[in-house]
């Protein structure tokens, strides 16, 4: 048996570095997922825009891949690449999570996906209060990492999200409440660069870097 793990970054790089730990712990690739917001441009340097959808491993990118420029030289985050997931906007993403939301398979003419997020959160067992806020938390500029974890690693798999300052959906979704947030809205305008940087500053935790 196994438990699916799903944790919110404010940072990027605490994503990726749980993503690379969780791999260490002897999670296997096709176990991982990352979707992170591209709202900001700071993933689209020198990365061609041809894509063709996502494959069955979850690899966004056949053939042209941001993960060696987001320091993946191997693993899940090699798979990295760019699309468009409905009420997301532009991100980058790789593995399970991805290829549920973006629809594996079917192809993404440019690289914009059809699915949902709060569907494959869902799907991967996940209430449906927990799914609308992590998809509210890479709306806004954040990261996400979710794991599908054989029952005795549980504790040390939620340990390394829990060390890399993630988020959990009961924290941020009351953040958000108070400000009068309901629920995720697909239809709803993306994120600029300047409210994804305002949003990132309003939760940054102490960098461990």
Do not use: C
Request: hydrophobic share 40%; glycine share 14%; no cysteine.
């Amino acid at each position: 048996m196994s438990k699916t793990i799903t944790r919110l970054f404010d940072d990027y790089n605490d994503a990726a570095t749980a993503v690379r730990d969780l791999e260490q712990l002897g999670i296997a690739r096709d176990d991982l997922s990352i979707v992170a917001s591209n709202a900001e441009g700071r993933h689209a340097d020198g990365v061609a825009g041809d894509h063709d959808g996502v494959n069955d491993h979850g690899d966004v990118s056949r053939g042209v891949s941001t993960g060696a420029m987001l320091g993946g030289a191997g693993g899940l985050l090699a798979g990295l690449g760019l699309l468009a997931i409905p009420g997301l906007g532009p991100i980058v993403a790789a593995g399970w999570l991805a290829a549920t939301a973006a629809g594996a398979g079917i192809g993404a003419a440019g690289g914009a996906a059809t699915g949902g997020i709060v569907g494959a959160l869902k799907d991967a067992g996940h209430d449906e209060n927990d799914a609308h806020v992590y998809a509210e938390g890479v709306r806004r500029g954040g990261s996400l990492v979710s794991a599908k974890v054989p029952d005795h690693q549980v504790t040390e798999a939620e340990a390394v999200l829990d060390r890399h300052r993630s988020v959990s959906a009961a924290t941020r979704g009351a953040s958000y409440r108070d400000s009068g947030w309901t629920s995720f809205d697909p239809d709803a305008e993306v994120y600029s660069p300047d409210q994804a940087r305002d949003e990132r500053a309003r939760y940054a935790q102490p960098s461990t870097y």
